[in-house]
């Protein structure tokens, strides 16, 4: 029997991968604008929090950045997207390979729900064109799962179907399915916004755990979360009437102390 190493297209990733980098972003839909010249840099392997009110944009430029914006009938976009450096729309990079790199996890836990934990972790493998052969599955489920902090909990009933899983233990699941197809980047949308509050620490200290090894950049609403989880943030915010951009951006301490801006100082402080 082949090694893991040598027959699953699964690379190691390099320390310096993982650099996501938006430029001069604007969105579209239909006519209206939502989204205008948001520029910002997520560093590899730091957890970056995207905050700000409903509405201001910050689901649709996660959905730019892993391209599932392009998917959505009558929107459309401007600027750049690169990762490490490579344009993550250059029209001979495929879908899938930024899919794989750049994962997605969504606010509402979505495992396939009929489909056995096992099966849930390694579906994205087919489906960004990987090919593994059982025992490189059965080692990868352990390995998702145990970083997304499920395997003990699961590891006797991998053949039980996602959906008899507790809402935080699902989300984790979706955690794991993601680190399957090992991204490069992984974009989380709100993801414990419909959990309780054990479940969303026990999230919280999975997503550090994981900033060492993938980049994160997380939607949250929840300022306690924003400073307990990320090491940057960018403050978003659609004035009357305009477009959603970024009033401000930086180190999340110095965010949340000193304010540059006042309407960031009156986000950050529930005055709005
Ligand atoms: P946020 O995640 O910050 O709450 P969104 O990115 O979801 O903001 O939405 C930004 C703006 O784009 C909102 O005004 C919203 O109504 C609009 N929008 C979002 N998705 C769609 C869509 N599929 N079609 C039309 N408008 C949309
Ligand atoms: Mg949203």
């Not at 998917?71 to 990079?93: F, K, M, N, Q, S």
């Not at 934990?117 to 990868?140: F, Q």
């Not at 959990?195 to 939607?219: C, G, H, K, Y």
Request: with cysteine.
């Amino acid at each position: 029997m082949t090694s893991i190493e040598s027959t699953v297209l699964l690379p190691a990733r390099p320390s310096t991968a993982g650099t996501l980098d938006a430029r001069a972003v604007s969105a579209w839909f239909g006519d209206r604008k939502v989204l205008d010249r948001v520029s910002l840099t997520m560093p590899q392997g730091q957890v970056t929090a995207l905050i700000g009110p409903s509405g201001c944009g910050k689901s649709t430029f996660l959905r730019i950045l892993n391209r599932m914006h392009e998917l959505i009938p009558g929107a459309a976009l401007a600027g750049e997207v690169l990762l490490d450096g490579t344009d993550v729309y250059a029209p001979e990079r495929r879908l899938t390979s930024a899919r794989r790199d750049i994962g997605m996890v969504f606010q509402k836990p979505n495992p396939f729900p009929a489909m056995s934990i096992y099966d849930n972790v390694v579906a994205g493998l087919k489906l960004t064109g990987i090919r593994a052969s059982r025992p490189e599955k059965d080692h990868l489920v352990e390995e998702c799962l145990g970083k997304a902090g499920l395997w003990r909990e699961v590891q006797d009933r991998l053949r039980q179907p996602g959906g008899a899983l507790s809402g935080g233990q699902q989300q984790r699941l979706c955690i794991a399915r993601s680190l399957a197809v090992r991204p490069k980047v992984l974009l989380m949308d709100e993801p414990c916004s419909a959990l309780d509050p054990t479940s969303t620490r026990r999230i919280e200290q999975t997503i550090r755990e994981l900033a060492e090894t993938v980049t994160i950049v997380i939607v949250t609403h929840n300022m306690q979360q924003a400073q307990r989880v990320s090491d940057r943030c960018a403050f978003f915010l659609a004035e009357q009437g305009t477009p959603g951009a970024i009033v401000e951006h930086g180190p999340t301490g110095a965010m949340f102390a000193t304010p540059a801006d006042p309407r960031t100082s009156d986000y950050v402080n529930g005055r709005f």
